[in-house]
């Protein structure tokens, strides 16, 4: 059975940090490019971040360069998202999703980010 969970979210201030995990079991991780995509409340799916399989390269999208840097750890079969200076409108539920846009795309259920004073 696929699993992904994420965990590591919560309420956090303007300009405070959090780390997001992805833990994964059934799946062949060290061989899936792993993205994080997030969705606000009323918006589409925003990808986030993506760092394939050996690490070499990430992508971020511009609202986040330069805050997020996403890392993986295939020997703990674990996907990373380090936030930092963390803004209101990174409110939003991040989700682990394995090989994004394509015929292997699986998602995990979600942790809830809240960025608020």
């Known amino acids: 059975e696929v699993q992904l969970v994420e965990s590591g979210g919560g309420l956090v201030q303007p300009g405070d940090s959090l780390r997001l995990s992805c833990a994964t079991s059934?799946?062949?991780?060290?061989?899936?490019?792993m993205s994080w995509v997030r969705q606000a409340p009323g918006k589409g799916p925003e990808w986030v971040s993506v760092?394939?399989?050996?690490?070499?390269?990430?992508w971020y999208a511009d609202s986040v360069k330069g805050r997020f840097t996403i890392s993986r750890d295939n020997n703990k079969r674990t996907l990373y998202l380090q936030m930092n200076s963390l803004k209101p409108e990174d409110t939003a539920v991040y989700y682990c999703?394995?090989?994004?846009?394509?015929?292997?795309?699986?998602w995990g259920q979600g942790t809830q980010v809240t960025v608020s004073s």
């Open positions: 999703v394995k090989d994004y846009r394509s015929p292997n795309e699986y």
């Open positions: 059934g799946v062949t991780f060290g061989g899936a490019d």
């Open positions: 760092i394939n399989t050996g690490s070499a390269w990430t």
